[in-house]
């Protein structure tokens, strides 16, 4: 087992330990019907009601997901699966993140990115999907501060256009308050005379157990910073 893998099981059993002979607290990550609102909290042990059609995708503490569909009336996930082995549990995540990482679309937009020093960061040098928190604005990131560039940030129609120039050694770019800026499904970035479709997907800010944060970074392809984050909680 890699030193990255073994520091990373300490955090893994103290939530498998917090949760321990206690129903299970689950986030929405994607629902369609019933009523249900991404970021919203689920007891495992409390029944839950779908009707035909409606569908929900849950991710539960220690980063497990788990999909659903009407009709259902019953609770989301067994009494005997609330607790997961912390090991199994790491393990299944990061083969997820590598089964992603060995397609050809997840390779080019995140698999061989450069190394995030924080994850909520947006790479502007390359294409593909990243994270924001929910009401934050972006900070794009670069990996080569070496020289004074343009960045141009603009919606996918092109209904406008925001311009801003990168000093010299500068490797982050806050987006200010005055600019025209409203979180799209796809933004069109320019940086150094290329330019990359970089979809944004939001994460409610009531998130704050770190598995699920991992769990939900990995589900919408948000590789590089899904690796940016297990490096910080490992303190490297």
Same mark, same amino acid.
């Given at each position: 087992?890699?030193?990255?893998? %073994? +520091?990373?099981?300490?955090?893994?059993?103290?939530?498998?330990? +917090?949760?321990?002979?206690?129903?299970?607290?689950?986030?929405?990550? =994607?629902? #369609?019907?019933?009523?249900?609102?991404?970021?919203?909290?689920?007891?495992?042990?409390?029944?839950?009601?779908? /009707?035909?059609?409606?569908?929900?995708?849950?991710?539960?503490?220690?980063?497990? /997901?788990?999909a659903l569909r009407g009709p259902l009336?019953?609770?989301?996930?067994? /009494?005997?699966? *609330?607790?997961?082995?912390? /090991?199994?549990?790491?393990?299944?995540?990061?083969?997820?993140?590598?089964?992603?990482?060995?397609?050809?679309?997840?390779? #080019?937009?995140?698999?061989?990115? +450069?190394? $995030?020093?924080?994850?909520?960061?947006?790479?502007?040098? %390359?294409?593909?999907?990243?994270?924001?928190?929910?009401?934050? @604005?972006?900070?794009?990131?670069?990996?080569?501060?070496?020289?004074?560039?343009?960045?141009?940030?603009?919606?996918?129609?092109?209904?406008? @256009?925001?311009?801003? =120039?990168?000093?010299?050694? *500068?490797? #982050?770019?806050?987006?200010?308050?005055?600019?025209?800026? =409203?979180?799209?499904?796809?933004?069109?970035?320019?940086?150094?005379?290329?330019?990359?479709?970089?979809? $944004?997907? =939001?994460?409610?800010?009531?998130?704050?157990?770190?598995?699920?944060?991992?769990?939900?970074?990995?589900?919408?392809?948000?590789?590089?910073?899904?690796?940016?984050?297990?490096?910080?909680?490992?303190?490297?």
């Open positions: 087992m890699s030193l990255r893998l %073994r +520091a990373f099981l300490g955090l893994l059993v103290s939530l498998a330990c +917090a949760v321990a002979g206690h129903a299970a607290t689950l986030i929405v990550m =994607e629902a #369609r019907g019933a009523g249900l609102k991404v970021g919203q909290q689920i007891d495992s042990d409390k029944p839950l009601l779908l /009707k035909d059609g409606e569908r929900a995708t849950l991710i539960g503490p220690d980063g497990s /997901k788990v009336n019953e609770p989301p996930i067994k /009494k005997s699966a *609330v607790v997961t082995d912390p /090991k199994k549990a790491l393990v299944a995540l990061v083969a997820n993140r590598d089964a992603r990482i060995n397609t050809a679309g997840v390779i #080019r937009a995140g698999g061989a990115a +450069a190394k $995030l020093p924080d994850p909520w960061l947006i790479d502007a040098s %390359r294409p593909g999907v990243r994270c924001i928190r929910q009401g934050a @604005r972006p900070v794009f990131w670069r990996p080569n501060a070496s020289a004074a560039t343009k960045l141009v940030v603009s919606p996918a129609d092109r209904s406008f @256009r925001n311009e801003f =120039e990168w000093p010299v050694g *500068v490797d #982050r770019l806050s987006m200010p308050e005055s600019s025209r800026f =409203e979180v799209q499904n796809l933004l069109r970035v320019e940086l150094d005379g290329q330019e990359f479709a970089v979809g $944004l997907v =939001e994460i409610p800010t009531t998130i704050d157990n770190p598995m699920v944060l991992y769990a939900w970074m990995l589900e919408k392809s948000c590789l590089q910073q899904s690796d940016a984050l297990l490096s910080q909680l490992q303190g490297s």
